[in-house]
């Protein structure tokens, strides 16, 4: 879609909504008056908070405004070396090690988060605060836009805070951070990071690099660039699961009795094939550059990034022809970013912030050379917030999000009408602190309109949600529980979706006439953090009044199994829990082990077990730490998930063993590190629960992968 098409679209959303926009503001200031005047005749308490471009600190900036979200239960952060060490090609399974976080795992070049047992559109995955403007939540096959190699930090953010980002992150939100627009000023002439890596499951070559230029003690200029090559992947054991081993075996008897000698060694082929996933390959491309203006009255900065990508989608097989695969996606985004500050002194107000971003995506669905469905997408989303000098105990924020979305479906398979999509959302964070009490409120309000065009039908949705947190400190235990109600649209696909979707193999019909999606969540917590030992443990449940779910109808529709979206009752619960503890001193290498548990399970009225459900999980690791050399070892054990719903297949459980050493040959705080590691040790095959593709799609086999790190 042209430019001017672009600007069009912003004039008419405008136009639609002028009235709506000129009380939002006053309805904003009132709600964070009302909020926040208790605390503004309270003394200010002191700014601690610095600002260094060589940290690397353990510390959640998804919010920057809130110096730490003490009171959320389940915030996790990945960066450093640890990051290095788990970058992958897509952000699902650099997350895995996580509590309560899975990957869906729909091939190598596919692959979003699952938190506690939510996926799609119940997960927000995000790029510096804002949506990542692709159609990753559109259908499992379709890749996250993120580049791992040039990413600095990723949180994964559950609790209150998440309404700051949309009522519909019921399982939380993933926020990506990198530095495409500058955050500070470096101290030398030039800063470089850079990241390089080989894979031996997949023969795959990896690097990518950041350069940060300052212009003046104020300008900085920054360019990044990134490459990945891989090959087929290589797996622990059969191609295909249990069940489709034996459906192949079932096929190659019939097709040998009815005298179809081909037929019958395709399928005996199928159910022998082991060792190598076809059609797995991944070739990556990005490219970025920005800048920023950043001084003490504030930042203002812009960034542009390309990201091109093609991969294979390995497909159900078709017992009776060869093994193999051609269908595979050509995928390109182009991005444009903007994220201003401006500090507003000792008032009320502490900060104003603006980010803002346009994405203009297409991917073509290939099969072979020739093309089968392509999709366009072309979306801009922004927030603007204040945020609230700290009175006393007090802190908080309040602002307004926008985002506006065409995507359209072109081609024989497109299950998707084109549709238009405008959101609107108003939201507030309070948080409070008092000796050992402290307490965060949330609240939201999204307007939502979703209009399929040729079909005539638009729909509107208005959702309220909000959120209540309170914790308590007991030295260096805390204690606390969040209760949320929430609301979520339904999307497009759940409402319009008419047509073959190749993916999931399955033919997919939305209902026009769902209702939003609202659920009370609450979740109870312990944390514990001292210098020797530190655990957390959350349990949590949500309870849905109309849960939007697909099911299998029992029909057949051009050659697929039917599935239709339908909403119920539903209740999900389940419990995570980490923690690690530093055993002694010996040979030069403090001794720590750490551990990982989670469990998840979720239950659709009248239907059963909800599908796609990870199941129980833990994992043990130790570790022998010094200045120059890391030494660490782990187990992770994988139950087998049996509770499914009525179309899937059970998933075997497996005991998957991993080692990894770092190297740090001029010290820790040199910024050199080489990371050497050996996963999945005894080769053992493994899938995940969460995948629409478990069947014929398992985890990669024994893997070893060198990485080195720089940044100087």
């Given at each position: 879609?042209?430019?001017?098409?672009?600007?069009?679209?912003?004039?008419?959303y405008?136009?639609?909504t002028?009235?709506?926009?000129?009380f939002?503001?006053?309805s904003l200031?009132?709600l964070?008056?009302?909020l926040?005047?208790?605390?503004?005749?309270?003394?200010?308490?002191?700014?601690t908070s610095?600002?260094?471009f060589h940290?690397?600190?353990e510390?959640?900036?998804?919010?920057?405004?809130?110096?730490?979200?003490?009171i959320l239960?389940?915030?996790?952060?990945?960066?450093?070396?640890?990051?290095?060490?788990e970058t992958?090609?897509?952000?699902g399974d650099?997350?895995?090690?996580?509590p309560?976080?899975s990957a869906?795992?729909?091939?190598?070049?596919?692959s979003?988060?699952?938190l506690?047992?939510?996926?799609?559109?119940r997960?927000a995955?995000?790029?510096?605060?804002?949506?990542?403007?692709?159609?990753?939540?559109t259908s499992?096959?379709?890749?996250?836009?993120?580049?791992?190699?040039?990413?600095?930090?990723?949180?994964?953010?559950?609790?209150?805070a998440v309404?700051l980002?949309?009522?519909?992150?019921v399982g939380?939100?993933?926020?990506?951070?990198?530095?495409?627009i500058?955050r500070a000023?470096?101290?030398e002439?030039?800063?470089?990071?850079?990241?390089?890596?080989?894979?031996?499951?997949?023969?795959?070559?990896?690097?990518?690099a950041?350069?940060?230029?300052?212009?003046?003690d104020?300008?900085v200029?920054?360019?990044?660039?990134s490459?990945r090559?891989s090959k087929?992947?290589?797996?622990?054991?059969y191609?295909l699961?249990?069940?489709l081993?034996?459906?192949?075996?079932?096929?190659a008897?019939d097709?040998a009795a009815?005298g179809n000698v081909?037929?019958?060694?395709?399928a005996r082929?199928?159910a022998?094939?082991?060792?190598r996933?076809?059609?797995?390959g991944?070739e990556?491309?990005?490219?970025?550059?920005g800048?920023?203006?950043?001084?003490?009255?504030g930042?203002?900065g812009?960034?542009?990034?390309?990201?091109?990508?093609?991969y294979?989608?390995?497909?159900?097989p078709?017992?009776?022809?060869?093994?193999?695969?051609e269908?595979s996606?050509?995928?390109?985004q182009?991005?444009?970013?903007?994220?201003?500050?401006v500090?507003?002194?000792?008032?009320l107000?502490?900060?104003?912030?603006?980010?803002?971003?346009?994405?203009?995506?297409?991917?073509?669905?290939?099969?072979g050379?020739d093309?089968?469905?392509?999709f366009?997408s072309e979306?801009?989303?922004a927030?603007?917030?204040?945020?609230?000098?700290?009175r006393?105990?007090?802190?908080?924020?309040?602002?307004?999000?926008f985002q506006t979305?065409?995507?359209?479906?072109?081609g024989?398979?497109?299950?998707l009408?084109?549709?238009?999509?405008?959101q609107?959302?108003?939201?507030?964070?309070?948080?409070?602190s008092?000796g050992?009490?402290?307490?965060?409120?949330?609240?939201?309000?999204?307007?939502?309109r979703?209009e399929?065009?040729?079909?005539?039908?638009?729909?509107?949705?208005?959702?309220?949600?909000a959120?209540f947190?309170?914790?308590?400190?007991?030295g260096?235990l805390?204690?606390?529980?969040?209760?949320?109600?929430?609301?979520?649209?339904?999307?497009?696909?759940e409402?319009?979706?008419?047509?073959?979707?190749?993916?999931?193999q399955?033919?997919?019909v939305?209902d026009?006439?769902?209702?939003s999606?609202?659920?009370?969540?609450?979740?109870?917590?312990a944390?514990?953090d001292?210098?020797?030992f530190d655990f957390?443990?959350?349990?949590?449940?949500?309870?849905f009044?109309?849960?939007?779910?697909?099911?299998?109808t029992?029909n057949?529709?051009?050659?697929?199994?039917?599935?239709?979206?339908?909403?119920?009752?539903?209740?999900v619960w389940g419990v995570e829990?980490e923690?690690?503890?530093?055993l002694?001193?010996?040979?030069?290498?403090d001794?720590?082990?750490?551990?990982?548990?989670d469990?998840t399970?979720?239950?659709?009225?009248?239907q059963g077990?909800?599908?796609?459900?990870?199941?129980l999980r833990?994992?043990?690791?130790?570790?022998?730490?010094?200045?120059?050399?890391d030494?660490?070892g782990e187990?992770?054990?994988t139950?087998?998930?049996k509770r499914?719903?009525?179309?899937?297949?059970?998933?075997?459980?497996?005991?998957m063993?991993?080692a990894?050493?770092?190297?740090?040959?001029?010290?820790?705080?040199?910024?050199?590190?080489?990371?050497?590691?050996a996963?999945?040790i005894?080769?053992?095959?493994?899938?995940?629960?969460?995948s629409?593709t478990k069947?014929?799609?398992?985890?990669?086999?024994?893997?070893?992968?060198l990485?080195?790190?720089f940044?100087?």
């Amino acid at each position: 879609m042209r430019i001017r098409k672009w600007i069009f679209l912003v004039k008419w959303y405008f136009s639609m909504t002028l009235t709506r926009i000129a009380f939002y503001p006053v309805s904003l200031a009132a709600l964070s008056l009302a909020l926040a005047v208790p605390a503004f005749a309270q003394q200010d308490a002191a700014n601690t908070s610095e600002d260094d471009f060589h940290t690397d600190k353990e510390i959640v900036v998804t919010a920057p405004y809130i110096e730490r979200l003490d009171i959320l239960s389940g915030t996790s952060a990945l960066s450093g070396e640890k990051l290095a060490a788990e970058t992958q090609g897509q952000i699902g399974d650099m997350l895995t090690q996580i509590p309560g976080v899975s990957a869906t795992s729909f091939s190598p070049g596919a692959s979003r988060p699952v938190l506690r047992g939510f996926q799609g559109n119940r997960v927000a995955v995000l790029t510096d605060g804002i949506g990542n403007i692709d159609a990753s939540n559109t259908s499992a096959d379709h890749a996250v836009t993120i580049d791992a190699l040039t990413t600095e930090r990723i949180e994964v953010l559950r609790g209150p805070a998440v309404l700051l980002f949309g009522g519909q992150a019921v399982g939380g939100a993933v926020n990506v951070i990198d530095k495409r627009i500058p955050r500070a000023v470096p101290e030398e002439p030039v800063h470089v990071d850079a990241l390089l890596g080989y894979s031996t499951v997949s023969k795959e070559y990896s690097g990518g690099a950041s350069i940060d230029v300052p212009f003046s003690d104020r300008f900085v200029a920054h360019v990044d660039g990134s490459y990945r090559k891989s090959k087929d992947l290589r797996i622990g054991g059969y191609l295909l699961s249990p069940e489709l081993r034996s459906e192949a075996l079932t096929v190659a008897a019939d097709e040998a009795a009815l005298g179809n000698v081909a037929e019958a060694a395709n399928a005996r082929d199928w159910a022998d094939f082991r060792g190598r996933l076809p059609n797995s390959g991944v070739e990556t491309l990005s490219f970025g550059a920005g800048g920023a203006f950043i001084d003490d009255g504030g930042n203002l900065g812009i960034s542009f990034n390309v990201y091109d990508t093609v991969y294979g989608i390995p497909e159900r097989p078709e017992f009776t022809e060869p093994v193999g695969g051609e269908v595979s996606i050509d995928l390109r985004q182009y991005r444009f970013d903007l994220r201003g500050e401006v500090e507003l002194g000792e008032g009320l107000f502490d900060k104003a912030r603006i980010r803002a971003g346009y994405a203009d995506y297409v991917h073509k669905e290939l099969e072979g050379s020739d093309v089968g469905t392509t999709f366009f997408s072309e979306a801009i989303e922004a927030r603007f917030e204040l945020t609230q000098n700290k009175r006393g105990g007090w802190r908080g924020a309040s602002g307004l999000q926008f985002q506006t979305r065409d995507l359209e479906a072109v081609g024989d398979e497109a299950f998707l009408p084109p549709t238009r999509s405008n959101q609107l959302g108003l939201f507030t964070l309070q948080e409070f602190s008092t000796g050992n009490l402290d307490a965060e409120i949330a609240v939201r309000f999204d307007d939502a309109r979703l209009e399929a065009q040729s079909l005539g039908i638009e729909r509107k949705f208005n959702n309220i949600s909000a959120a209540f947190g309170i914790g308590y400190n007991i030295g260096d235990l805390k204690i606390g529980s969040n209760i949320s109600r929430t609301g979520r649209a339904p999307s497009v696909e759940e409402l319009y979706s008419d047509g073959p979707h190749v993916a999931t193999q399955s033919y997919e019909v939305g209902d026009p006439a769902l209702r939003s999606e609202r659920s009370w969540n609450g979740e109870i917590y312990a944390r514990y953090d001292s210098t020797r030992f530190d655990f957390t443990t959350t349990l949590y449940a949500n309870r849905f009044s109309s849960f939007i779910f697909e099911t299998d109808t029992g029909n057949i529709v051009d050659d697929l199994p039917e599935f239709v979206y339908l909403q119920r009752k539903a209740r999900v619960w389940g419990v995570e829990a980490e923690a690690s503890a530093q055993l002694g001193h010996a040979a030069g290498f403090d001794v720590v082990i750490d551990g990982v548990a989670d469990y998840t399970r979720a239950t659709i009225e009248g239907q059963g077990p909800a599908p796609r459900i990870p199941p129980l999980r833990l994992l043990g690791g130790i570790e022998l730490q010094s200045g120059n050399l890391d030494l660490r070892g782990e187990v992770e054990w994988t139950d087998s998930q049996k509770r499914t719903a009525s179309f899937e297949t059970p998933t075997d459980g497996f005991n998957m063993v991993n080692a990894a050493l770092t190297w740090r040959p001029f010290g820790r705080g040199k910024n050199i590190s080489l990371i050497a590691a050996a996963n999945n040790i005894f080769d053992v095959e493994a899938r995940r629960a969460a995948s629409f593709t478990k069947d014929f799609v398992a985890l990669a086999g024994r893997d070893f992968r060198l990485t080195a790190r720089f940044s100087y």
